[in-house]
């Protein structure tokens, strides 16, 4: 079963409420990128009226990790996921629309192949940048994922 936008923003909805009702959107997934997107509204301000930065992280996240939940699917193997660490990096006020987009889904073959190969956890890190209308940078999130296959 292939993953697409729509899915994913069920998906959304029904797992990740709080992101859903703060705008967060899967928009393209292919195998080598996803992009998700935001738009600065009332209900994700913070108080210098731009986005908050946690609903900037978790449409950043979500572009890495909806990555990875088609990547695993598609091995057709119980492998399990998890966030260990983040860092993000933030340039510019955001407001508007914000785009993130991880282009990193060769480096998330890479690591589950080893993690197949192997049998033992790996980590690998995902990057996600946050643009704006105009093509400029707000933020940008990394995010290390460990992936296990399931005995």
Do not use: H
């Not at 966030?83 to 340039?91: D, K, L, P, Q």
């Not at 197949?116 to 093509?135: A, M």
């Amino acid at each position: 079963m292939s993953i697409t936008p729509r899915k994913l923003n069920a998906f959304t909805l029904f797992k990740l409420p709080s992101a859903y009702f703060c705008g967060v959107r899967t928009k393209y997934i292919d195998d080598k990128k996803c992009v998700v997107s935001v738009k600065y509204r009332w209900i994700n301000q913070n108080p210098f009226r731009s986005m908050f930065w946690a609903v900037q992280g978790m449409a950043a996240e979500l572009s890495t990790g909806a990555l990875m939940i088609d990547k695993i699917q598609n091995s057709e193997k119980k492998i399990s996921m998890l966030v260990t660490s983040n860092t993000a990096v933030f340039t510019k006020k955001a407001t508007g629309r914000i785009t993130f987009t991880c282009y990193d889904g060769a480096l998330i073959d890479d690591c589950l192949q080893k993690a197949i190969e192997t049998g033992e956890g790996q980590t690998v890190k995902l990057r996600s940048v946050g643009l704006n209308r105009e093509g400029v940078e707000v933020s940008s999130f990394e995010f290390e994922w460990s992936v296990k296959v399931k005995s």
